[in-house]
C-alpha cells in the first residue's frame, strides 16, 4: 500500500530525498587530472542530454572540495561503474579519503582518468557549469568513448542493487503491452539517446 501525504503539510528536505531516492540510478565515478594528480567523486546523477553534439550531465554539490579541481582541468572522464564496484564507489564517496589509493587506472584520450573494470568510460571536455540551488549542472561534450559488455552498478532507495534484465525479443508482442505502449508515448523517444534506442529496439521487436 502506498503512503500519502496531506498536500497542505509541507514536505521537508528528507521527504524530498527519500522519495527521489525510489527513482533507480546507475552510478558513475567523475575524475580529472589536477596538478599532476588524480580527482574524483562518486557521482549517480549522471545523465545523457544530446546526440548531437553528443552531451552528458551531472549534478554536484556547491560545498564539494573535488569539484573545484577538476572544473579547473577543463574536462574529466566519466567511469560507469560496473556490479561489484560497491566499495570503490563508497572510497569515491567519501570525504576526506585518498580515493585513488590502490585504485587501478589509465589515462584517456583526454588524459583524465579511467577506472579500471569499469562498463564505459567517456572523455569529455567542459562545455557549460549553471548554477541550480545548492548544486551545479554541469554540461560534458563527449569526444571519446569505450564500451564493455559488463552489468552496472545500480543504487535505489539508498542501497545498490542488481540489474534484473528480460529477454524481450523472446517474448510474443502481446505480452508487451507496456513497452509498446512507451514506444508510442508522443515526445518521449526524443526526450533522451536512451529512449531513441528503446524506440528503435521496439520497432524491430
Known sequence: MTESRDAAVPFTARDFRTTLGRFPT??????????????????????????????????????????????RAGGFTVSILAAGQDDL????????????????????????????GAVAWLDCSIHRVDEAGDHQI????????????????????????DLVTRPSAEQPEKSRPAEVALAGLHGLDVATPFFDVLSARLDRN
Open 89 to 116: 564507489c563508497m572510497t569515491f564517496a567519501s570525504k576526506g579519503a585518498d580515493r585513488f589509493a590502490g585504485v587501478q587506472w589509465s589515462a584517456g584520450s583526454g588524459g583524465h582518468p579511467r577506472i579500471e
Open 138 to 161: 554541469v554540461l560534458g561534450e563527449v569526444h571519446d568513448l569505450v564500451l564493455h559488455d559488463r552489468p552496472s552498478l545500480l543504487f535505489h532507495g539508498g542501497r545498490f542493487a
Open 26 to 71: 546507475g552510478v558513475v565515478v567523475v575524475a580529472a587530472v589536477v596538478d599532476s594528480s588524480p580527482a574524483g567523486l562518486a557521482v549517480n546523477s549522471f545523465t545523457s542530454v544530446s546526440l548531437d553534439p553528443p552531451l552528458v550531465a551531472f549534478c554536484v554539490d556547491r560545498g564539494s572540495s573535488t569539484w573545484p579541481a577538476i572544473r
